[in-house]
Protein backbone atom coordinates (compact mmCIF):
# COMPACT_ATOMS: atom_id res chain seq x y z
CA UNK A 1 0.00 0.00 0.00
CA UNK A 2 2.69 2.30 0.97
CA UNK A 3 4.74 1.80 -2.26
CA UNK A 4 1.53 2.66 -4.26
CA UNK A 5 0.83 5.33 -2.09
CA UNK A 6 4.66 6.49 -3.22
CA UNK A 7 4.09 5.90 -6.90
CA UNK A 8 0.95 7.96 -6.77
CA UNK A 9 2.92 10.81 -4.90
CA UNK A 10 5.70 11.01 -7.65
CA UNK A 11 3.24 10.97 -10.06
CA UNK A 12 1.61 13.71 -9.11
CA UNK A 13 4.91 15.73 -8.33
CA UNK A 14 6.03 14.74 -11.36
CA UNK A 15 3.13 15.50 -13.38
CA UNK A 16 2.60 18.88 -11.62
CA UNK A 17 6.39 20.08 -11.96
CA UNK A 18 5.85 19.31 -16.02
CA UNK A 19 2.69 21.02 -16.17
CA UNK A 20 2.26 24.00 -13.39
CA UNK A 21 5.63 23.69 -12.04
CA UNK A 22 8.39 26.94 -12.59
CA UNK A 23 10.16 26.53 -15.84
CA UNK A 24 13.61 27.92 -17.04
CA UNK A 25 13.36 31.63 -16.99
CA UNK A 26 13.27 33.26 -20.78
CA UNK A 27 17.22 33.03 -21.83
CA UNK A 28 18.35 30.67 -18.96
CA UNK A 29 20.43 28.00 -19.89
CA UNK A 30 19.00 24.54 -19.21
CA UNK A 31 20.99 22.63 -16.16
CA UNK A 32 23.46 20.14 -17.60
CA UNK A 33 22.21 16.74 -16.62
CA UNK A 34 22.40 15.67 -12.88
CA UNK A 35 21.92 19.41 -11.84
CA UNK A 36 20.03 18.78 -9.04
CA UNK A 37 17.29 20.53 -7.12
CA UNK A 38 19.08 19.22 -4.23
CA UNK A 39 22.56 19.37 -2.94
CA UNK A 40 23.54 16.44 -0.75
CA UNK A 41 26.93 16.68 0.98
CA UNK A 42 28.81 13.50 3.84
CA UNK A 43 29.92 15.85 6.76
CA UNK A 44 33.36 15.22 8.22
CA UNK A 45 31.79 16.06 11.64
CA UNK A 46 29.51 14.07 13.79
CA UNK A 47 25.73 15.07 13.57
CA UNK A 48 25.71 17.28 16.92
CA UNK A 49 29.45 19.16 15.86
CA UNK A 50 27.69 19.55 12.41
CA UNK A 51 24.63 21.26 13.69
CA UNK A 52 26.73 23.43 15.85
CA UNK A 53 29.35 24.32 13.01
CA UNK A 54 26.12 24.58 10.39
CA UNK A 55 24.62 27.81 13.15
CA UNK A 56 27.65 29.28 13.43
CA UNK A 57 28.80 29.74 10.45
CA UNK A 58 25.36 30.85 9.00
CA UNK A 59 25.36 33.51 12.38
CA UNK A 60 29.33 34.39 10.96
CA UNK A 61 28.07 35.72 7.46
CA UNK A 62 24.76 37.46 8.96
CA UNK A 63 22.77 35.30 8.62
CA UNK A 64 19.81 34.42 11.45
CA UNK A 65 18.84 30.85 13.25
CA UNK A 66 16.35 31.88 15.14
CA UNK A 67 16.02 28.43 17.92
CA UNK A 68 12.21 28.17 17.30
CA UNK A 69 13.13 27.55 13.75
CA UNK A 70 14.95 24.60 14.40
CA UNK A 71 13.16 21.14 13.78
CA UNK A 72 14.13 18.02 15.44
CA UNK A 73 12.42 15.22 12.98
CA UNK A 74 13.56 12.37 14.78
CA UNK A 75 11.92 13.47 17.98
CA UNK A 76 8.74 14.63 16.06
CA UNK A 77 8.45 11.84 13.51
CA UNK A 78 8.70 9.31 16.49
CA UNK A 79 6.20 11.05 18.62
CA UNK A 80 3.97 10.69 15.84
CA UNK A 81 4.51 7.06 14.29
CA UNK A 82 6.48 5.19 16.78
CA UNK A 83 9.31 5.18 14.55
CA UNK A 84 12.58 6.22 14.82
CA UNK A 85 14.25 7.68 11.66
CA UNK A 86 17.60 8.39 13.52
CA UNK A 87 19.26 11.41 13.95
CA UNK A 88 17.65 13.81 11.21
CA UNK A 89 17.08 17.95 12.37
CA UNK A 90 16.66 21.07 9.82
CA UNK A 91 18.32 24.22 10.76
CA UNK A 92 16.36 26.80 9.06
CA UNK A 93 17.87 30.05 8.43
CA UNK A 94 17.20 33.42 6.69
CA UNK A 95 19.62 36.33 5.28
CA UNK A 96 16.98 39.05 6.21
CA UNK A 97 17.66 41.80 3.61
CA UNK A 98 18.17 38.93 0.37
CA UNK A 99 14.43 38.00 1.57
CA UNK A 100 13.02 41.58 1.76
CA UNK A 101 14.44 42.78 -1.64
CA UNK A 102 12.63 38.88 -3.47
CA UNK A 103 9.71 39.49 -1.45
CA UNK A 104 8.85 43.60 -1.88
CA UNK A 105 7.38 42.28 -5.11
CA UNK A 106 4.42 40.51 -6.40
CA UNK A 107 6.30 38.34 -8.70
CA UNK A 108 8.16 36.54 -5.52
CA UNK A 109 5.82 36.47 -3.06
CA UNK A 110 5.24 32.62 -3.57
CA UNK A 111 8.76 32.02 -3.07
CA UNK A 112 7.77 32.42 0.83
CA UNK A 113 6.98 28.75 0.35
CA UNK A 114 10.53 28.07 0.25
CA UNK A 115 11.44 30.33 2.94
CA UNK A 116 13.35 30.53 5.12
CA UNK A 117 16.96 28.08 3.47
CA UNK A 118 16.50 24.69 4.80
CA UNK A 119 19.37 22.87 5.49
CA UNK A 120 18.77 19.51 6.77
CA UNK A 121 21.28 17.48 8.96
CA UNK A 122 21.05 13.53 8.96
CA UNK A 123 22.67 10.36 9.86
CA UNK A 124 21.95 7.40 7.47
CA UNK A 125 22.06 3.84 7.38
CA UNK A 126 25.83 4.05 7.30
CA UNK A 127 26.79 5.51 10.20
CA UNK A 128 28.14 9.00 8.29
CA UNK A 129 26.71 12.39 8.87
CA UNK A 130 25.41 14.20 5.91
CA UNK A 131 24.00 17.80 4.89
CA UNK A 132 21.47 18.42 2.19
CA UNK A 133 20.24 21.59 1.52
CA UNK A 134 18.30 23.22 -1.72
CA UNK A 135 20.41 24.11 -5.00
CA UNK A 136 20.27 27.69 -5.06
CA UNK A 137 21.73 27.74 -8.24
CA UNK A 138 18.73 25.94 -9.86
CA UNK A 139 16.47 27.64 -8.33
CA UNK A 140 18.19 30.93 -9.84
CA UNK A 141 17.92 29.23 -12.94
CA UNK A 142 14.17 28.55 -12.49
CA UNK A 143 13.03 32.01 -11.98
CA UNK A 144 16.20 34.25 -13.81
CA UNK A 145 15.81 37.99 -12.85
CA UNK A 146 16.08 38.99 -8.97
CA UNK A 147 15.86 35.13 -8.07
CA UNK A 148 19.26 34.30 -9.91
CA UNK A 149 21.12 37.54 -9.02
CA UNK A 150 20.15 36.74 -5.07
CA UNK A 151 21.09 33.09 -5.75
CA UNK A 152 24.53 33.80 -7.13
CA UNK A 153 24.63 36.39 -3.83
CA UNK A 154 23.94 33.72 -1.73
CA UNK A 155 25.09 30.56 -2.93
CA UNK A 156 28.85 31.07 -2.58
CA UNK A 157 27.30 32.37 1.43
CA UNK A 158 26.27 28.78 1.70
CA UNK A 159 29.02 27.07 0.52
CA UNK A 160 31.00 28.47 3.25
CA UNK A 161 28.27 27.58 5.66
CA UNK A 162 29.39 23.78 4.55
CA UNK A 163 32.91 24.42 5.51
CA UNK A 164 33.50 22.33 8.47
CA UNK A 165 36.75 21.11 8.61
Not at 9 to 35: D, M, N, W
Not at 101 to 123: F, G, N, S
Request: hydrophobic share 40%; proline share 6%.
Amino acid sequence: MTTTIAKVCSAVLGLTLLVGGPALAEGQPVPPAGFNMLIERQSPLGFDQTLKRLEANAKGLGWKVPSKWKVNFQRNLKKVTGKDIGPNRVLKMCEPEAAVRLLLKDEYKQLTAMMPCTIAVYVKSDGKTYISMMNLEAMGMMYGGDVAEMSQQLAPQMEKMLKLD
